[in-house]
């Protein structure tokens, strides 16, 4: 065999590069976002209206209803709060969704896959970018609610965990819309696929205890992913404990970034 012929390493400009990849997707994505701002104030917009409605429409008759001596709007406010944090992040991964099916439609995920880059980093482009959105969103909602009246106990350890563990939260549910994304025919199919992560909220112990939920309905708002989720953060934000929720909303929260990941990336390599 000819030396010339002996394999060696992939030159320089084809090799792969998938951090400097995925830097580039994310500020794909970045500018994008900057581009049309639109869809960040719209993703924004539900949440508050949400928030505005429980705490000053329903707060006073809801806030009666968490015990005569915590009862009222205030301490209605403090209570709704959490499941509306949870909710911007719902409604930003229905925007990533969005995002994903509109490359999809327009082809330019079919032309990265002829591109000479690291596949991973076109998901993890979007991944990123929805992220720092979620991120951009919450903090504008955390304002909006200690304007109506929220006020959290925690100290600035409690705010680093409820950001880390909202952090957490965001990449898992935002992998799973990737992939509710990609297998969308449309744009609008993607719109609707998304939207039991906006309503489960609502069947959970966010808006009102789920002892006050017929047998049925708390056993599952007892059991579905949000309600330990929504009663973590509000641990970490009143300085409450939170016993076995913890543990519970981490291990949902690890189910499903691993699946969403892992179904992303079949859907994304199953055309080549």
Avoid at 114 to 128: K, Y
Wanted: glycine residues 10%; hydrophobic residues 55%; charged residues 10%.
């Amino acid at each position: 065999m000819s030396i010339h012929a002996l394999p060696g390493p992939a030159p320089v400009s084809l090799r792969f590069h998938p951090l400097r990849d995925s830097a580039t997707m994310l500020r794909r994505n970045l500018k994008r976002m900057l581009r049309y701002p639109s869809m960040t104030v719209t993703l924004v917009a539900m949440p508050v209206v949400f928030l505005l409605l429980f705490v000053y429409v329903f707060g006073g008759t809801l806030g009666a209803g968490l015990g005569p001596a915590a009862g009222g709007r205030a301490a209605y406010a403090n209570y709704v709060a959490p499941a509306i944090i949870l909710m911007t992040v719902t409604a930003t991964v229905q925007g990533t969704a969005i995002s994903i099916a509109m490359d999809m439609t327009e082809g330019i995920i079919a032309r990265f896959r002829t591109m000479h880059i690291a596949r991973v980093s076109v998901l993890t482009g979007h991944v990123l970018g929805s992220v720092i959105q979620a991120l951009f969103s919450l903090a504008i909602v955390v304002g909006v609610a200690l304007l109506v009246g929220f006020r959290p106990a925690a100290d600035l350890g409690g705010w680093l965990a409820t950001a880390g563990f909202l952090v957490a939260v965001t990449f898992a549910l935002v992998w799973l819309s990737v992939a509710l994304g990609q297998v969308s025919k449309s744009v609008e199919t993607a719109s609707n696929l998304p939207m039991p992560l906006v309503l489960l909220p609502f069947l959970s112990s966010g808006f009102v205890p789920t002892d006050s939920m017929p047998s049925g309905l708390r056993w599952f708002a007892e059991h579905q992913p949000f309600t330990p989720i929504i009663e973590t953060l509000r641990g970490l934000l009143m300085d409450q404990p939170i016993g076995n929720n913890g543990w519970i909303a981490l291990t949902w929260c690890a189910v499903i970034a691993l699946g969403g990941y892992l179904w992303s990336k079949r859907l994304f390599n199953r055309e080549s």
